[in-house]
């Protein structure tokens, strides 16, 4: 009898439990910018909140260690509803129990039809509201938290960051470094195109130059990091020395975050990597040429520094601009140079 009593109370307690839906399934800079919601959202709803979010099957690691976050993977995000189990899932679960909150961070399409259809007790951003982006020098961790604050009025915007728990591993033990180092990332999602779209990556003649640099001014030991579909790009580069860890391929998303959070400082072109070391690490040296800084580049944890290392060229930034399209080389990365850059890493 006492033992059914208590299955009963710990129903009861289950049931009122708050549920929040969180849609976000972008690129993991996206999604780590959204992070941002969190704490708001935490301290509007209480510390038992449990939040399901809609992601990418790539980036389920990213909420491992994160105990209040359930990864609901959405593995083809333009696959229309009818057609799509994993969205459909979500929509019936949600008619037996519904949601507390569905907060819409996206402001396409893809997924209006799955805010719309399943169930809450509130819903946030589209389709019920359309809260513009692209105001100008906004970071887009502002706009998500705006949107959050067009329904919840209470929620302040200041004192809010992005954040990530990381694995908590012995960076000696598991990695075998045992000195001082630093992070180096000189890949982002489009390093391997020649045209345009790979103008944000600086190349890779300058960070050899600065890690010949570090190696023969510094004590500092070197981290390269990457995944493993970079890592033919990566070994490009001349690794072959003691104090080069190459782990390109070998750290999940969560030990990465342990990496950076133990770090000196990190070096990032604008990517996924930068925005991981942007809320981890303690100084953070982010390369922009052609993308607005201010807009997307790491927004910081509040208690970090972050530096942005960019020529400011007047014709920067240009990123999804017609001006980039019609660019003959990317100057604004080419001519940043790694004694630049070293004179951050030193500062």
Not at 101 to 118: D, M, P, W
Not at 180 to 196: A, E, G, L, R
Request: net charge positive; proline share 5%; with cysteine.
């Amino acid at each position: 009898m006492v033992y059914n009593v208590e299955c009963i109370l710990n129903e009861m307690m289950k049931k009122t439990k708050r549920r929040v839906l969180i849609i976000r399934c972008g690129l993991l800079g996206d999604t780590i910018d959204s992070t941002a919601v969190v704490k708001p959202l935490v301290d509007h709803y209480g510390d038992e909140l449990e939040i399901d979010w809609v992601t990418k099957p790539n980036l389920e690691k990213l909420f491992q260690y994160d105990s209040r976050i359930n990864p609901l993977l959405i593995r083809f995000t333009k696959l229309p509803l009818i057609f799509n189990l994993d969205k459909l899932k979500i929509i019936i679960k949600s008619f037996m129990n519904p949601y507390d909150a569905i907060i819409n961070l996206e402001v396409g399409t893809k997924f209006i039809s799955l805010a719309k259809y399943t169930k809450s007790k509130v819903k946030v951003g589209l389709p019920n509201k359309y809260v513009a982006e692209n105001i100008k020098n906004e970071h887009r961790v502002r706009h998500q938290l705006r949107i959050l604050q067009s329904t919840f009025k209470d929620i302040k915007l200041d004192g809010t960051y992005p954040y990530l728990v990381g694995s908590a591993i012995d960076i000696k033990e598991v990695y075998d470094i045992n000195q001082k180092y630093i992070v180096m990332c000189p890949t982002n999602s489009k390093y391997h195109k020649s045209n345009h779209r790979g103008y944000r990556a600086w190349p890779l003649k300058n960070w050899q130059e600065l890690i010949d640099k570090v190696l023969l001014e510094t004590d500092f030991d070197i981290v390269v990091t990457g995944n493993s579909s970079e890592e033919e790009f990566i070994n490009q580069l001349n690794l072959n020395h003691s104090r080069i860890h190459n782990l390109c391929g070998k750290t999940p998303l969560p030990d990465l975050v342990e990496l950076m959070k133990k770090g000196s400082c990190a070096i990032a072109n604008d990517s996924g990597s930068v925005h991981v070391a942007g809320v981890s690490c303690q100084k953070v040296i982010a390369l922009h040429g052609p993308t607005p800084f201010k807009e997307t580049g790491p927004y910081g944890s509040g208690s970090n520094e972050i530096i942005e290392a960019n020529l400011n060229m007047k014709c920067s930034p240009c990123y999804n601009t017609d001006a980039i399209k019609s660019c003959p080389s990317n100057l604004c990365m080419i001519n940043l140079s790694a004694d630049m850059v070293f004179k951050y890493v030193i500062k």
